[in-house]
């Protein structure tokens, strides 16, 4: 019997790392959870460089494609992003490109991924309490 239940604060900019291994809806609750009001979560384009963020998602269950193709984005629209994920297909609404780039790296083909060490980190970081 459980009596209460704690959970820590957390910091957007360190717990927000999206874990491409995870089901498609619990990715898309993860990334609800941390939009507005706060940064979103985050991952990265292609290279570590290009980080985003992403603010709005939608999870469509579909059959799923090979674990490999998890993260890659698999068709692209003017109003949203699909990307493959474990059991489907995730529907991104919006997105925020970090580090002013030029160009889009959002492209057909592109790989969202994060670093093992930022999902490391992200799960192990707990922010001070301020009281």
Known sequence: HISGTYFPLLDTNINGAINWDWEGKDIESFVN???RPYNGAFTYVTAKKNKIRI???KFKKTSSLHPYTFGIILDKTK????VSVKNGVLKINEVVIENNLKNNPLRLGSRLWTPHTELE???FYRPKNEK
């Open 55 to 57: 603010l709005d998602c």
């Open 121 to 123: 980190k992200s799960l």
């Open 33 to 35: 959870g941390f939009s």
């Open 79 to 82: 109003k949203a992003i699909y």
